[in-house]
């Protein structure tokens, strides 16, 4: 049977496991997305050529996007496991994680999803195509800012508990040796000599 602590373990690993894949599944957007948010000289062209790109996402086929759905389920199971007993003073770090990975998904579900389906009906609401595929672009990276703040808390969550087993080892080590060195001037204090009985 599994303790908790090696439950968090393997919660941690299915956090960074899913938040990495995502991150990179998204990231690779960044080549369309890139020209029109940062590219001084976009033209029309790039936002066509990005609004190519995702009418051609919006035929994923189901498999694909099922994986894709299985990979964000297995990382919030794993941020439902370190949120069932958070340590009290490192718990900021769990909620936290947790709280940025709903973000995420529903970041993807709001603006990111709804953006792909527009680009192939055409309907972009109160705004230009331009204007939506531009908010697109932002959503991705977001969302790729959200995945990585998750991946760095996780980071820093590992670095506090591993600084803190440092510590305490370290405090075990000064107590041991403290111990030992009391019990080694008490075995070589001269003993008291006994006094002569009177004949």
Same mark, same amino acid.
């Given at each position: 049977?599994l303790?908790?602590?090696?439950?968090c373990?393997i919660g941690?690993g299915l956090i960074l496991?899913?938040?990495s894949? +995502? /991150?990179?599944?998204?990231y690779a957007n *960044? !080549?369309?997305? $890139?020209?029109?948010?940062?590219n001084p000289r &976009? #033209?029309?062209?790039d936002?066509?050529?990005?609004l190519h790109?995702y009418?051609?996402?919006?035929q994923?086929p189901l498999?694909?996007?099922?994986g894709?759905?299985?990979?964000a389920?297995?990382g919030l199971?794993?941020?439902l496991?370190? +949120? /069932?007993?958070?340590n009290?003073?490192? *718990? !900021?770090?769990e $909620?936290?994680t947790l709280?940025m990975?709903? &973000? #995420?998904?529903c970041l993807?579900?709001?603006?990111?999803?709804?953006?792909?389906d527009?680009?192939v009906?055409g309907n972009?609401?109160?705004?230009t195509?331009n204007q939506?595929?531009a908010?697109?672009?932002s959503?991705?990276i977001l969302?790729?800012?959200?995945f990585l703040g998750?991946?760095?808390?996780q980071?820093g969550?590992?670095?506090?508990n591993?600084?803190?087993?440092?510590?305490?080892?370290?405090?075990?080590?000064?107590?041991?040796?403290?111990?030992?060195?009391?019990?080694?001037?008490?075995?070589s204090?001269?003993?008291?000599?006994?006094?002569?009985?009177q004949k």
């Open positions: 049977m303790s908790y602590k090696e439950l373990t941690t496991a899913a938040s894949f +995502i /991150f990179g599944v998204f *960044q !080549a369309y997305d $890139y020209h029109i948010l940062f &976009v #033209g029309q062209t936002f066509d050529n990005s790109h009418q051609l996402l919006s994923t498999p694909i996007f099922g894709l759905v299985f990979v389920s297995v199971i794993g941020c496991i370190r +949120i /069932f007993k958070p009290p003073d490192l *718990q !900021a770090f $909620y936290a709280v990975y709903v &973000v #995420g998904i993807f579900v709001t603006n990111i999803k709804t953006g792909v527009s680009s009906s972009w609401g109160e705004v195509q939506g595929l908010v697109i672009a959503s991705n969302l790729l800012v959200v998750v991946i760095v808390l980071a969550l590992w670095y506090s591993w600084e803190f087993q440092q510590r305490l080892q370290k405090f075990y080590a000064e107590e041991k040796a403290a111990a030992a060195a009391a019990t080694t001037a008490t075995s204090e001269p003993k008291p000599k006994e006094s002569k009985k």
